[in-house]
């Protein structure tokens, strides 16, 4: 069971993740069964030696399988339209957080506050705890709370990066010079993980992503110590 869970995707944390698993299970669904049919009709041909000496033509079929495959496509286009809209809208956030690729580090910006900023490296191994995850924990976490609209303004200051929490549904890129915004929905407490998914240099596997959400009074709790 575990291989298995492991060639899927991770457990949906956000309702925009819950849509894209909802997809993939609806695409898969259309797919299998396309290749059952397209599958059972060439067997059927290949086994076949009955043939009609007076076909000339297929009007009819080739009408069939050009209008069969358009109307497929639709069931399978709508969703995706959809979900593509949900995930470029911005719905009047509650924090707004902006994020800065350096090689190969991760920079944050609690916007809304003053003087909340901070780096966040990968924890190296020789200074693991038991607890820690290999090549994905890091020193200074994202805490962020639960049941809010989350803003991500991302950039970078070197070269191409990419911010990417898969179990969130998040993954844009980090351009220099470019301000590029995304946002989230964290409907649970917990970690979530995540990596840069461009390839930007020789420690590209080694700057990974970490956020702790957290119920709102403890958020409330951590911005006053940090102030």
Known sequence: MTT???????DSNSPIMEQLNFFHDHSLLILILVTSLVGYLMTTLF?????????????TIEIIWTILPAIVL????????RILYLLDEINNPSISIKTIG?????SY????????????YMIPTNEMNLNNFRLLDVDNRIILPINNQIRILV??????????????GVKIDANPGRLNQTNFFINRPGL???QCSEICGANHSFMPIVIESTPTNYFIKWIYNMN
């Open 109 to 120: 910006e609690y916007s809304d506050f003053k003087n909340i900023e901070f780096d966040s």
């Open 4 to 10: 298995w869970s492991a060639l899927g995707l991770q």
């Open 155 to 168: 950039t970078a200051t070197d070269v191409l990066h990419s911010w990417t929490v898969p179990s969130l």
């Open 192 to 194: 979530f993980y995540g």
């Open 74 to 81: 639709l069931f399978i286009a709508f969703p995706s339209l």
């Open 102 to 106: 350096h090689q190969w580090y991760w």
């Open 47 to 59: 086994f076949n030696k009955l043939n009609n000496r007076f076909l000339l033509h297929g009007q």
